[in-house]
């Protein structure tokens, strides 16, 4: 048998060339099937890359937002204007630095989160109003940078009062001064105002003062942005103008009211949402600085010699009972005493004292020094939060 | 010689060489058809299903997207150009909807805050859910409320296709909080050649809303409980209806956070097998406040 004969023969008797030919058509019509299938899956795995991306971005967004917000709560102040728009720039503490690597410039801030996506934040000033308002844009980023998401909202601070007390003795009761007390308002005409008598005692050290009208600063002064002397007003033998006695509208309020009209909430959303220290014990709380305490006590009693609050960072304080004053206290702040103050000790505040009950210190002293300037330092301590109808996230 | 034997040699096959022959051939051939089409088919269902998943997933965050954005209003606060042409003094509060919740026009409830309507156009109320959901916000940021920021999804009136609202027409009286206004636009977001919408609800039942003024130490609702948890509430406890246990001369501040859970059904036109479902649920950042008289 020849080698032709033998091809022949072997291509003659191969009739599974056809199965392969067959085969071979199917298979690679398969494969571009199935290429064609995969480059749709793939599409298809791009989008859903690129919303993960998109969310992780707009949540990033969100998160800026709310470390703003949240760094604001921890404090903040105004400064010169800086930006030149002819608002104060409001400047947050140092914990804006939100990933603590100490820089925070303009009050802009960027960080890294966790899943590797960042944000970047810059607060810009809104208004000038007592309820202070300041602009977040937050710009998130996705971990790969591909997606960015911008969210806008204005944040409002609601301050822990509504408005600033404008004397520095305000009691719902009346006054009883037993031993010497000073009662100064350098910025204005008014001293003690009570919705009852008031019995300034018969100490001759006894005095309120008033802003000097001869003062060269004067009326300027009464605002409290430019200081003045003080003249005596009252003392233990003359009542002066400046003490307003026997006020109905006060007198006519209960308790809850008084409290309410004063801090525009009633004392337990007051104290279950707005107070940083819930305590029994205020002397334990000596040398505290810019807090809203509370003191859940009927009969607080200051034996020793504390000072609470700084002029940069007053506090305020809310006795949910009566204030006995044993040893010498120093409030730089707000006192705000839903009983009465009694007791031997003295009592010296630097801004406002307040009284739902009865003023009557025993044999103690009082001095107060109205300062509108820590009064209103006290809206350090407001609650910020994200205001209603701001939020938005396009441009 | 040679060529007979040679002849003799190519005897060709016998029946049941070739039977065997052709069953192999067949069986390979078989196989290979087999895969051939079991590819094909799971590739058609492949390619319909991310089809169908694409064109629903596009839908879903349009409609999240668009429905977050609810009640934003530019709060333009005081207009210092342009002081009180009588008092010659500025408003410092001034149509400033951050102060004034009252002031916003883009969250008023009954006119342009967010509502879910059934197919009838009827409000479904604060937790209800239904086909339409209709909500307003300030799109060109200028604080105005134009006829175009009246937004609004529904199912159509045939129930096969999702639209959104691009604008209504006021002048002609319509208003922001109707599903079936007589001149207002409406623009179809599915492929309807493709994809027949089988389903589309709003609900509302995540919402919740906060009586400011409680805990207030006062029974309101008289059921024995001083500030129960239904007082706070004021979707259990409507504070209007215990008015006078409130203090006369203040207004209730009552505060909504409303969450919508979209529910999305879809189809193919052409293989009803496949078929997807798709839920998401949105809160709506701009808060509803109000203040009850």
Not at chain 1, 180 to 186: D, I, K, L, R
Not at chain 2, 76 to 92: E, K
Request: charged residues 20%; hydrophobic residues 35%; proline residues 3%.
């Amino acid at each position: 048998m020849s080698i032709k004969n033998m091809n022949s023969a072997k291509f003659h008797s191969q009739r599974g060339v056809a199965s392969l030919l067959i085969s071979l058509v199917v298979l690679v019509t398969i494969t571009f099937v199935t290429l064609y299938t995969s480059r749709t899956v793939l599409m298809e795995q791009k989008i859903s890359t690129n919303d993960y991306r998109g969310r992780m971005a707009f949540e990033a967004a969100e998160t800026g937002i709310e470390a703003a917000i949240a760094a604001t709560a921890e404090g903040w102040t105004r400064t010169a204007d800086n930006d030149g728009d002819d608002i104060p720039d409001l400047v947050t503490s140092s914990v804006f630095d939100a990933d603590k690597d100490g820089t925070v410039a303009n009050n802009v801030d960027t960080f890294v989160l966790t899943n590797g996506s960042s944000v970047t934040v810059t607060l810009t000033d809104a208004s000038t109003n007592d309820l202070v308002q300041t602009n977040i844009t937050a710009v998130g980023s996705s971990d790969d940078n591909a997606a960015q998401r911008t969210i806008f909202q204005t944040l409002v601070i609601v301050p822990p009062i509504p408005n600033v007390p404008d004397t520095p003795l305000l009691t719902r009761g009346g006054v009883v001064i037993g031993g010497s007390a000073t009662v100064t308002n350098p910025e204005g005409n008014s001293t003690i105002w009570s919705g009852g008598d008031v019995n300034v005692g018969s100490n001759a050290a006894t005095s309120t003062q008033i802003a000097d009208p001869t003062d060269a600063n004067y009326p300027d002064c009464l605002g409290g942005s430019v200081i003045c002397g003080t003249i005596p007003s009252s003392s233990s033998s003359v009542v002066g103008l400046d003490v307003i006695e026997n006020d109905n509208s006060l007198d006519n309020l209960n308790s809850a009211a008084f409290f309410e009209n004063f801090f525009g909430t009633t004392p337990k959303i007051y104290k279950e949402s707005r107070t940083d220290i819930i305590t029994t014990d205020l002397e334990a709380q000596d040398g505290v600085l810019g807090k809203i305490i509370w003191v859940d006590n009927a009969n607080v009693t200051m034996n020793g010699n504390n000072t609470f609050g700084s002029v940069d960072e007053p506090v305020i304080i809310i006795v949910d009972g009566n204030y006995s004053a044993g040893g010498n206290n120093t409030i730089i702040g707000l006192l705000f005493v839903m009983g009465s103050i009694t007791g031997t000790g003295s009592v010296d505040a630097i801004g406002s004292v307040v009284v739902g009950g009865v003023n009557s210190g025993g044999g103690g002293s009082l001095d107060i020094v109205y300062n509108s300037k820590v009064l209103e330092s006290t809206f350090k301590k407001g609650r910020p939060a994200g205001g209603g109808g701001s939020w938005r996230d396009f441009n | 010689m040679s060529r007979l034997n040679s002849r003799a040699f190519q005897r060709g096959l016998t029946l049941i060489e070739l039977m065997i022959g052709m069953a192999i051939g067949l069986i390979v051939v078989g196989m290979v058809l087999s895969v051939y089409l079991t590819t094909l088919r799971t590739s058609g269902d492949t390619i319909k299903s991310s089809r169908l998943n694409q064109e629903i997933a596009a839908i879903m965050n349009i409609m999240v997207n668009d429905i977050r954005r609810a009640g934003y209003a530019l709060a333009s606060g005081p207009d210092w150009d342009n002081p009180d042409p009588v008092t010659g003094l500025i408003d410092p509060d001034d149509y400033d909807n951050l102060l004034e919740p009252s002031t916003n026009p883009f969250n008023q409830l009954g006119s342009t805050a967010l509502e879910v309507h059934n197919a009838a156009d009827d409000d479904q109320g604060s937790q209800g859910s239904g086909s339409c959901i209709v909500y307003a916000y300030d799109a060109n940021i200028d604080g105005d409320l134009d006829d175009n920021e009246s937004f609004g999804f529904r199912l159509n009136a045939t129930g096969d296709a999702i639209q959104m609202r691009q604008s209504i027409d006021s002048a002609a009286g319509d208003v922001s909080n109707s599903c079936d206004n007589a001149n207002d636009t409406w623009a179809t977001l599915n492929d309807e050649e493709s994809v027949t919408i089988t389903g589309l609800t709003f609900a509302l039942l995540d919402s919740s809303c906060i009586n400011t003024l409680e805990p207030d130490e006062v029974d309101n609702d008289g059921a024995g409980g001083v500030d129960d948890w239904g007082e706070r509430d004021c979707y259990t406890i409507d504070p209007a209806d215990y008015r006078a246990t409130y203090p006369a001369d203040e207004s209730i501040p009552v505060v909504e956070v409303r969450n919508v859970l979209i529910t999305l059904n879809a189809q193919l036109i052409d293989d009803t097998d496949v078929s997807i479902t798709l839920q998401q649920h949105v809160t709506i950042r701009n808060n509803l406040v109000r203040l009850i008289p």
